[in-house]
């Protein structure tokens, strides 16, 4: 980008960040102020980019005492609708900023997030709560929680110019900057600059990175599902994605030969209380002895020979159990960095991915297999979606029955095990995607597309219903449409305080279920307790009734003996217990539920072969807890020591590794 600001690019101190950076601009809005309201720029424009089709755009307009930054895209119901303001005085100084939501006819809403420097001092306000003011000195960086891209890239040339690239927030903590690469290419007739930076705060695992140009302004955000890219390099994403995903892949092999504890060829567990999941019971002071990645002995001590020199791990009074399956996990880059040890540190072994990039989720797949990444093993089900405006975050369109069959082909070439449908995608192709499931013999799951039912989707082929939330909606068909287009989230947060559970509808859906054998993965920890808002469902008007209502469709789910998944939706794993104690609480015993986390997801999976128990000849994923969690499932907090395909895993090591 040219004009103002961008000439200054090499000394600007200031600047912004969206997500969980807080930054300021007070030093470069200064500057910004002192240009020529005049100022052209040569992209005040940039678009939202979902795959390769056009989400949203984010515009940019600076005048002598503002500047105005929209950030607009369409994410399925949701997505981003953000305007930040940046008020300038007429001596070029800074008086302020603040954040506001666009809204539906384009107006910008109240201020949700407020700043204004006042001589040494800045004064916060967050909505309707009180003004805070928080001292700030010389290297002090203030600023808006939120933000926009264009404001990442504020940051990226600020910490660029300061000593170190290190900058410290006026919360705490530091934010520094490192160029992971810097590169040319030719766009419009001449060549330019591109450089990769990749900001981290304090000691995170976490980066965020901004492609910047020669003037230190904006080319493109980093590697996620939307990606803000300025227009005219849009050819570039590709070339830009391949070396972020290099260095990326790179962080993550470094990083685990640091998160594994070494151990001999053999691993000797002692004294431990052996959870056997195919029986549901609480085996006493057995011994499990691993070589390599299975495990090839379980018994009491007496009937176990252990060899010379294996490693031994007293687990007496503790929980030896299988390690656990999250069955609803979103792979992303970052997963092979602080992501995965998260997993592996909530006791996760297995992470059935529900939506993800190919290429990103093949490569973490194939070297965690490989011993290369310190995270879960992964089983893939491929994303499919339609074309609609309210596609989700992915390449695989169907438009029609041979892209169908095509992306159904694609998957089973590269492993996946199951096909997700999503909510666009047009009714009349689901016989032939379950067709072409079953031929590669993998299963077929998703959303209920709009237009049908969850009866009609069972009926053309799906094993299994993703999100209880849909045995709400499936009830109020036209609450889809009317009075305006709204997501199966928000139907279900509306109507579960006052539904009846116990109804005769209800009754005869589950059991249509049961008699089909289908399964519900319900992510009963997003709508319990208003994490419905997390899926753009907004917050319950009585969520009291609404968590009672879940609770009840669990017991009545089980009851029926229609089998539960247990998955969390997120990508870290961190509410996989939240997820187990939602079942038992609605009382289901907990040598159950830990069933459910276990045994029955590796059947499911048709993975029962070699994971999902402690035996003989399965592959070593297991979990040592300081606790019983077949007695009470908040235990589950207490897990010292996983192994992964026999590699050891101290806890305490992942959560250190995640903080340094």
């Given at each position: 980008?040219?004009?103002?600001?961008?000439?200054?690019?090499?000394?600007?101190?200031?600047?912004?960040?969206?997500?969980?950076?807080?930054?300021?601009?007070?030093?470069?809005?200064?500057?910004?102020?002192?240009?020529?309201?005049?100022?052209?720029?040569?992209?005040?424009?940039?678009?939202?980019?979902?795959?390769?089709?056009?989400?949203?755009?984010?515009?940019?307009?600076?005048?002598?005492?503002?500047?105005?930054?929209?950030?607009?895209?369409?994410?399925?119901?949701?997505?981003?609708?953000?305007?930040?303001?940046?008020?300038?005085?007429?001596?070029?100084?800074?008086?302020?900023?603040?954040?506001?939501?666009?809204?539906?006819?384009?107006?910008?809403?109240?201020?949700?997030?407020?700043?204004?420097?006042?001589?040494?001092?800045?004064?916060?306000?967050?909505?309707?709560?009180?003004?805070?003011?928080?001292?700030?000195?010389?290297?002090?960086?203030?600023?808006?929680?939120?933000?926009?891209?264009?404001?990442?890239?504020?940051v990226a040339r600020t910490l660029l110019a300061l000593p170190d690239r290190r900058g410290s927030m006026i919360a705490g903590g530091d934010l520094r900057a490192s160029i992971i690469a810097d590169t040319t290419f030719r766009t419009n007739g001449r060549v330019q600059r591109a450089r990769l930076v990749m900001m981290q705060r304090g000691t995170t695992r976490n980066h965020q990175g901004v492609w910047l140009d020669e003037k230190g302004?904006?080319?493109?955000?980093?590697?996620?599902?939307?990606?803000?890219?300025?227009?005219?390099?849009?050819?570039?994403?590709?070339?830009?994605?391949?070396?972020?995903?290099?260095?990326?892949?790179?962080?993550?092999?470094?990083?685990?030969?640091?998160?594994?504890?070494?151990?001999?060829?053999?691993?000797?567990?002692?004294?431990?209380?052996?959870?056997?999941?195919?029986?549901?019971?609480?085996?006493?002071?057995?011994?499990?002895?691993?070589?390599?990645?299975?495990?090839?002995?379980?018994?009491?001590?007496?009937?176990?020979?252990?060899p010379a020199g294996a490693t031994i791990i007293d687990a007496k009074?503790?929980?030896?159990?299988?390690?656990?399956?999250?069955?609803?996990?979103?792979?992303?880059?970052?997963?092979?960095?602080?992501?995965?040890?998260?997993?592996?540190?909530?006791?996760?072994?297995?992470?059935?991915?529900?939506?993800?990039?190919?290429?990103?989720?093949?490569?973490?797949?194939?070297?965690?297999?490989?011993?290369?990444?310190?995270?879960?093993?992964?089983?893939?089900?491929?994303?499919?979606?339609?074309?609609?405006?309210?596609?989700?975050?992915?390449?695989?369109?169907?438009?029609?029955?041979?892209?169908?069959?095509?992306?159904?082909?694609?998957?089973?070439?590269?492993?996946?095990?199951?096909?997700?449908?999503?909510?666009?995608?047009?009714?009349?192709?689901?016989?032939?995607?379950?067709?072409?499931?079953?031929?590669?013999g993998m299963l077929l799951s998703g959303h209920i597309p709009r237009g049908i039912s969850i009866e009609a989707a069972v009926a053309l082929g799906y094993d299994e219903i993703q999100h209880a939330a849909f045995l709400f909606s499936n009830f109020f068909p036209d609450s889809l449409y009317l009075p305006t287009m709204r997501a199966y989230s928000q139907v279900a947060t509306a109507v579960a305080p006052t539904f009846d559970v116990n109804s005769a509808g209800m009754t005869k859906l589950l059991d249509f279920l049961k008699a089909r054998g289908t399964a519900i993965d319900g992510t009963f920890n997003l709508w319990i307790g208003g994490g419905g808002a997390i899926v753009g469902a907004g917050g319950s008007t009585n969520q009291m009734k609404a968590d009672s209502a879940y609770m009840q469709l669990i017991r009545r789910l089980y009851a029926h003996g229609i089998p539960l998944i247990a998955g969390t939706d997120n990508s870290s794993g961190s509410t996989f217990r939240r997820e187990l104690e939602m079942y038992e609480m609605a009382g289901i015993p907990a040598p159950r539920v830990l069933q459910i986390a276990t045994i029955d997801a590796a059947r499911f999976m048709k993975d029962a072969a070699d994971y999902g128990s402690i035996s003989v000849g399965k592959v070593a994923d297991l979990i040592i807890v300081n606790g019983k969690p077949s007695e009470k499932i908040s235990e589950l907090a207490k897990i010292e020591t996983v192994l992964r395909a026999g590699r050891r895993y101290d806890v305490d090591t992942l959560r250190a590794r995640l903080n340094r």
């Open positions: 980008m040219r004009g103002a600001g961008a000439d200054l690019a090499d000394t600007l101190p200031g600047g912004f960040m969206r997500r969980s950076l807080s930054v300021s601009a007070v030093i470069l809005l200064t500057a910004l102020a002192s240009a020529s309201a005049t100022a052209q720029t040569a992209a005040s424009s940039w678009i939202v980019d979902n795959h390769g089709r056009t989400a949203g755009t984010m515009e940019v307009r600076r005048t002598r005492d503002s500047m105005i930054v929209r950030h607009i895209y369409t994410d399925r119901n949701r997505g981003g609708r953000v305007e930040t303001r940046y008020a300038l005085g007429p001596d070029g100084g800074v008086r302020g900023g603040e954040q506001r939501a666009v809204l539906p006819d384009g107006s910008a809403g109240p201020a949700t997030e407020r700043f204004e420097v006042v001589g040494d001092s800045v004064r916060f306000s967050f909505g309707t709560a009180p003004t805070a003011t928080i001292a700030r000195t010389a290297s002090s960086i203030v600023g808006l929680r939120g933000g926009t891209p264009f404001e990442q890239a504020m302004e904006l080319l493109a955000t980093d590697v996620q599902w939307f990606i803000t890219v300025r227009r005219d390099v849009t050819a570039l994403l590709p070339v830009f994605r391949a070396i972020e995903l290099k260095w990326r892949a790179a962080q993550g092999e470094a990083l685990a030969k640091t998160a594994v504890t070494a151990t001999n060829t053999h691993i000797a567990i002692i004294n431990g209380d052996v959870f056997d999941s195919e029986a549901g019971v609480l085996r006493p002071a057995q011994t499990v002895l691993v070589r390599g990645d299975r495990i090839v002995a379980v018994g009491a001590a007496e009937t176990v020979t252990i009074g503790k929980t030896v159990m299988p390690g656990m399956w999250d069955m609803h996990g979103h792979t992303q880059v970052g997963q092979q960095a602080g992501l995965g040890l998260t997993q592996l540190a909530n006791g996760l072994t297995t992470v059935r991915d529900m939506a993800a990039d190919m290429d990103v989720a093949v490569s973490i797949r194939d070297r965690e297999r490989a011993g290369k990444l310190a995270t879960p093993r992964l089983v893939l089900a491929g994303f499919i979606e339609g074309p609609l405006a309210w596609a989700g975050p992915t390449e695989a369109i169907a438009r029609d029955e041979a892209e169908a069959r095509a992306w159904v082909s694609k998957y089973a070439a590269n492993g996946y095990k199951q096909i997700k449908l999503y909510n666009v995608v047009h009714p009349d192709l689901i016989p032939t995607i379950a067709a072409e499931a079953k031929k590669h």
